[in-house]
DNA sequence: TTTTAAATTGTGTACGCACACACTTTTATA
DNA sequence: TATAAAAGTGTGTGCGTACACAATTTAAAA
């Protein structure tokens, strides 16, 4: 091992463009022009100025760049109306801390929000959002048709759009922050049969809107999960049943869990494809399931103790502040900076167990303070 | 649900010092020494201008403030000599994009390095980094007892440090960013018993540096794996057995390998508890143990191969380039913005499984750009 | 060649904060 | 009361970039 230059300088004092202009014999706004590709410049100068820009790897001070744009900008940003401790309040976490940030650069963001389970009220809020043209949207495309028809009016506009949390390919979009539901739907599964003692029943819940119909997300998920069950020949080995669960509807779903009970072999594992396991853990518990091996989605606070009394077994997680972080900062990147965005980013699947769900959750808080 | 007011305004300009100046009748000069507590302000105005100030909600406007905070500081990192995808390389990379971002305050960071196994080295780069003293130092202390005299140094000289990686509670620093090693290996346990035929051999390796020491890391979560062994009474349902694998000394590896299948049950699990589970996986392979449940640590390209190829099952990582990075701004948040500080971090413990590390590779490699 | 238009280049100011310095008022000292 | 010191307050400039606009040069048209 070779320590002898150990030390490694770089005192390089930082150069400003006025010194890229002396440096080639022109003034600041020239070199302004080519670094903007204004035009306005004469090839000749044009390409010296490239040269040495590149040669001597100039890099604007940000600081001074950041100041001196000043864009006066509103973002939307039309998400499900917040309730307290629930999925979309993280999110929101997030774009209000990239709200703070960006302030500074004279932006704004506006919130609209809708019904998670009442198509409608999406429909009326993307309307009203038209009616007074914003200078870019973040939205989820939890419903895919009225999402793509939004999507596109907003183009017809030329006005961007992020999509946060549910992706739909097909809509153009600056950029995606999400996480790939397959996958994590097939950890679950993963995590749920390893050491699960065979010919038990699994049950497979879905929270379902009043109208019966289950989220873009909890369909991929299980659709993932089922994935890992045919790869693995586990329907041989298991009885794997899939009940829905309404909200607003106790009794129903005791007795679908009754159901189930009666007849199949004794329950061993549970796993709901909704950000609710401490829900789903409270019917187990009514019908005598208590103890199980049981997975869910994100670190909501009521989770986090489920997860934490060893109620839950696993929680798998997905990062929401910096989903809804990260996307703001990629539209301030496109308007803004101009820079190239990636249109599809996953999030990581994050497996949270109780040992290790404390750090994960006072990291992402202070991340995001 | 509530749906009516859904649209939440908030047009307040933001406001500038000469704004709240004028609010209060005195000049910006007045108000800066109020915001620095600079004092040279009467009891008076001072008030008044903090109550306006609180009121208000002012925020100074951090483009602003950072372009005209020049501060020229120089910062140095000692770290153990990079090597191409090791582990200190993701370190590095972190630490460089928080160089990158700062450059502009005039603020330099230099690398100092020192042969990992060598105590000397390192004392010897401590002395050399004395002899010219930096504005802050950034390392990690590996050699516990030489840490604590360096980190004594430097505070008789008052120059400020952050530690990485690795923690020793004593060190009075600014910040420490790093995993929780006990519980790492608590997962790491938890991870490789799940379902783990009862009656078998689980082998728990560590990488010993040629004279014979594990690493500060390495010792802790091999303790936090004994703990989960000793709460679930696991040492009654397997054979576990630990053995000191040295890295230039494969016939001796080799040998205690096959010394532990000549003289126990079949094995059926192994952990690493440093950072080249694929260096394990090639010994495994080489006794004939190929395809027993394996698990290690951090995020190497190699280890990832192993892990999606299915040598591997789970790795355990640490976000090494968060840590390298946040880190750096810390020592920021403490000398320029005179900001507090948390003196302890825990980064996550992240469980990769072989389907899922590709979007937690490149979710990294993004965000470190 | 003169006039006009187009292309190219330079200059100056705003962005909002931090800080040095000058200036004014009050208080202490002789 | 005069003088010095201290306390309090205001003004001006620099940080580096972006961009509008003025100034200059070159090309085109008359």
Redesign the pocket.
């Known amino acids: 091992m070779d320590l002898t230059n150990t030390c490694n300088s770089e005192h390089r004092q930082?150069l400003?463009?006025?010194d890229i202009a002396r440096m080639t014999g022109?003034?600041?706004?020239?070199v302004?022009?080519v670094?903007?590709n204004r035009?306005?410049?004469?090839d000749?100068?044009r390409k010296k100025i490239e040269t040495v820009i590149d040669q001597v790897d100039f890099r604007?001070?940000v600081f001074?760049?950041s100041?001196?744009?000043?864009k006066e900008m509103r973002f939307v940003a039309l998400i499900p109306a917040v309730e307290a401790g629930g999925y979309w309040e993280y999110i929101k976490n997030g774009i209000d801390k990239a709200q703070r940030e960006i302030s500074d650069h004279g932006i704004v963001i506006e919130y609209y929000y809708y019904d998670q389970y009442d198509t409608q009220s999406f429909v009326m809020a993307t309307e009203q959002i038209l009616s007074t043209p914003p200078d870019a949207v973040i939205f989820s495309p939890e419903f895919i048709e009225e999402s793509a028809a939004f999507a596109g009016k907003l183009e017809q506009k030329n006005i961007p759009c992020v999509l946060v949390d549910s992706n739909v390919e097909t809509i153009p979009c600056v950029a995606y922050y999400g996480q790939h539901s397959l996958k994590s739907g097939y950890t679950a599964a993963q995590l749920l049969f390893t050491g699960l003692p065979q010919n038990s029943t699994v049950v497979l819940t879905r929270a379902v809107r009043p109208g019966g119909a289950a989220s873009n997300q909890a369909i991929r998920r299980e659709k993932g999960f089922m994935q890992y069950v045919d790869e693995h020949n586990l329907r041989r080995k298991y009885h794997i049943v899939r009940i829905d669960l309404c909200s607003n509807n106790t009794t129903k779903n005791l007795r679908a869990l009754r159901n189930v009970m009666a007849s199949h072999p004794p329950v061993a594992g549970a796993v709901i494809f909704s950000s609710k396991v401490y829900w789903l853990i409270e019917n187990l518990v009514k019908v005598g399931l208590a103890g199980i091996k049981t997975i869910g989605y994100d670190e909501l606070q009521r989770n986090v103790e489920a997860l934490k009394a060893g109620h839950v077994s696993y929680l798998i997680a997905q990062r929401p502040e910096m989903q809804g972080y990260l996307v703001v900062k990629e539209l301030l990147k496109h308007l803004v900076y101009k820079q190239p965005t990636h249109r599809t980013n996953y999030v990581p699947v994050d497996i949270l167990t109780g040992e290790i769900v404390d750090e994960y959750v006072q990291f992402n808080r202070r991340l995001n303070e």
Chains 1, 2 share one sequence.
Not at 26 to 30: E, I, K, P
Not at 67 to 70: C, D, R
């Open positions: 930082r400003r463009i006025a022109v003034s600041a706004g020239t302004d022009r670094l903007h035009g306005r410049v004469s000749e100068k604007p001070n001074a760049r100041l001196s744009i000043k």
